[in-house]
């Protein structure tokens, strides 16, 4: 599994069942909350709170940390910029927020079928018609966002094992060449789909 990619885990936890709206909302006040958690008692508090939601959605520890494991090496150099221009409290607190802010996300997209947090993303923007928002247009942009996230990470996938298999591992031309004319043909066939269907503009 990889971050924000709609790596659903089915289940029938009190999170699982909570509509993608009200995640979503949820989601917005918990993000705001972190901002203002600047202590790590406060910090901590906020760790044990969203450690819970993860045990009472029940998706499992191999599932939170495939959405977090990303993140590792982001970790180590936040903090080594932190102490460099704070103490260890601030530096530890910083990046407890920034963890904590995604593995929230990530809980939404475990436990909510990309499908419906389209949907109800397509709802919450329904006011915003007035100012010439298309809310169907937003949707279909997010929709295609977090499955290119996807895309890419597997053609990244199998560049590296092709690139192993051919004992260049530590090749960097190897893997970013081909990463790159990966996502260029797949750019150039989502344009032609998109065209195809009317939606180039």
């Known amino acids: 599994m990889t971050l924000l990619t709609g790596a659903y885990v089915p289940g029938a936890s009190p999170v699982h069942r909570a509509s993608a709206g009200l995640k979503l909302a949820l989601l917005a006040v918990g993000c705001t909350a972190l901002v203002f ?10 760790a044990v709170a969203v450690t819970a939601l993860y045990v009472l959605a029940g998706v499992g520890w191999r599932a939170a940390w495939g959405q977090l494991r990303p993140l590792r090496w982001l970790v180590v150099v936040l903090i080594v910029i932190q102490l460099i221009i704070a103490d260890l409290p601030t530096a530890v607190t910083l990046t407890a927020r920034l963890v904590l802010a995604v593995a929230l996300a990530a809980l939404v997209t475990l436990t909510t079928r990309t499908t419906d947090l389209m949907a109800a993303l397509e709802r919450g923007l329904q006011p915003f018609r007035r100012f010439g928002v298309d809310p169907a247009r937003v949707s279909l942009l997010m929709s295609l966002a977090l499955r290119s996230v ?19 591992e530590r090749s960097v031309r190897a893997f970013a060449v081909p990463l ?20 180039d503009d």
């Open 180 to 199: 790159v004319v990966g996502v260029l043909r797949h750019a150039d066939a989502m344009g032609e789909a998109l065209q195809a269907r009317g939606l």
């Open 37 to 46: 958690a600047r202590t790590p008692v406060a910090v901590g508090v906020a």
């Open 150 to 168: 996807a895309v890419v990470a597997g053609i990244a996938g199998r560049i590296r094992e092709a690139r192993w298999a051919r004992g260049r």
